[in-house]
């Protein structure tokens, strides 16, 4: 539909009264804001042209001030003209042509049908499909609805709609309006011709598939039909307007009443005999549905005259409310049945008409009789409106972008961060444990050159450690014989004991010495009492050796 959820005001006026509705979208549905309805008087417009400008100007602010059940505040204006005041036409043209051969094709078949120059009206078209191929010789033809409205009158109708604030953008056509009025009661498949009793006019459309057929207009309607009772019996138009809305026309009217349906059916019925010869139809299975509807369907015996000359289709009432979402609570006059079964909604079909086309089909879409300075201006304000949502979502693109973008890259920079800590943590583990074994075999190695630098720097003296352990030799023991391994740091003596005792105490001292880490004795030793044979094995500690004088290494 649109960019933005609409509200749209649809307007009818004629000769006796004129009609508001409001419609928005909500949750996709088309739902009934306000509504008014108000009899205006006849001198104020008459046969659908406006003599009381200013009057009109006051009764259409009032209608939307005092809708039902809050004032109407939308702007958007779509309005149908009134019947009398346009003229269609339905050409029969090639198949071949596209929309715009079409569109420079109209004016010069125009001109053999209108009563007036082309620079003098406002026109659009729509094409309504192919025209069934009669033979193979004859070329197969479209159908295309050619509308026009004096350019006077459609300027006429614009100064007044902007003079109250509004803003017109689709100056509608009875085809379009009606069609959309009943278009939740009509079959699809079937072919159903709808019939709108308004005040200037009675209108005919036959509508088949989703596609208008046929279209006629009626210069005779409700207007006609009041106007001749009135001058007849002299009696006042207004008063027979009360009349008929309350269902209260005297019996006296209804030779005159009799005579206008007769002519309206037998209109009817001529007008589907010509869409069954145009089309090539069987007269008896053609038709299939009637549809009345508009503000004059409650003419005292329309619906029997209709049943009685469309006995073979299923005739009915098109209410136009069928296709609204409406709170009942709100709008009980158009739920209520006044007046048998006629609904009160028929007195807005032309304005809910407009108002459904103006909703289902865009603002751009579909055939309008706008004056063109309106057109260019909706066209600006589209162009500026697209501009502005390309800009927005551009903008909302470039910023969603950044934004990914930043999270992108501070997702990026927390992933960096997290794998250098994990690097640094493997590391940390990695080199760590290897650093401890390279710590503790530096250690080591640190060890065994401080060992070896002492070494290289206290040489110790044989000498000495000879003197030191003959010194610890007591009296009653000889030595007999020294032997020195200096790989292994041992010294093995050997000698002659008096006594055990005095073997003993050389044992003694020896272990006593700071140098001998050890001393070992073996057991025989002592097998004899006195001049004991001994042998003693003596391990030296190499660190407390007596040192080499300090003269003698640097020699």
Partial sequence: MFFFREKVIGIDFHDYSAQVVEFKIENKRIVLSSYNRMQISPTIIQNGEIKEEEELKKILVELLKTANPQPITAKDVAILFPSSKTFTHVFTLPASLNEDEIRQTIPIEAETVIPF???????????????PQ???????????????????VADQYARLLESIDLVPFLFATIVESLEHAVKN?????QSTLIIHFSALSTDYIIVKNNTIEHVYSGNEGGHHLIN????????????LLKQREQNEWEDRYQSIVGGFLKERMAEAKNVVSNWESQNGLEKSSSLQGVLLTGEYVNIPGLIKAAHENF????????????????????????????????????????????????????????????????????????????????????TGVMLFLATYFLFLHQNLNYERINLEIQKEGIENKLYGTRYQEIREAINQFNTEVAELS???????????????????????????????????????????????EELLILQENLKKTDFIKEVIAPISNYDQKSKLSFQLEIHLEFKELPQEPNDTKSK
């Fill in 454 to 500: 002492r070494i290289g720097n206290a040489l110790f003296s044989l000498p000495e450690t000879l003197r030191i352990i003959t010194d610890r030799v007591p009296a009653g023991v000889e030595l007999t014989r020294i032997q020195f391994y200096d790989e292994n740091l041992v010294m093995v003596i050997s000698g002659i004991a008096e006594t055990r």
């Fill in 311 to 394: 006995s073979q289709q299923m005739v009915s009432i098109g209410d136009p409310k069928l296709g609204l979402e409406i709170n009942a609570t709100k709008f009980l006059p158009l739920h209520k049945e006044r007046g048998g079964p006629i609904p009160y909604s028929i007195y807005f079909t032309n304005p809910m008409g407009v108002a459904f086309r103006a909703l289902r089909l865009k603002k751009y879409e579909g055939m309008n009789l706008l004056p063109p300075r309106l057109k260019e201006n909706l066209l600006r304000k589209r162009l500026l409106l697209t501009g502005a949502v390309i800009s927005m979502v551009i």
């Fill in 117 to 131: 120059g082309l620079e003098d009206i406002y026109w659009d078209i729509r094409i309504l499909g192919k025209s």
């Fill in 228 to 239: 001749k009772i009135a001058t007849t019996f002299n009696i006042d138009e207004l008063i």
């Fill in 134 to 152: 009669i033979s193979k010789k004859d070329p197969q033809r479209q159908r295309v609805l050619f509308v026009a409205v004096m350019k006077q």
């Fill in 185 to 189: 009661q009509i079959d699809p498949l």
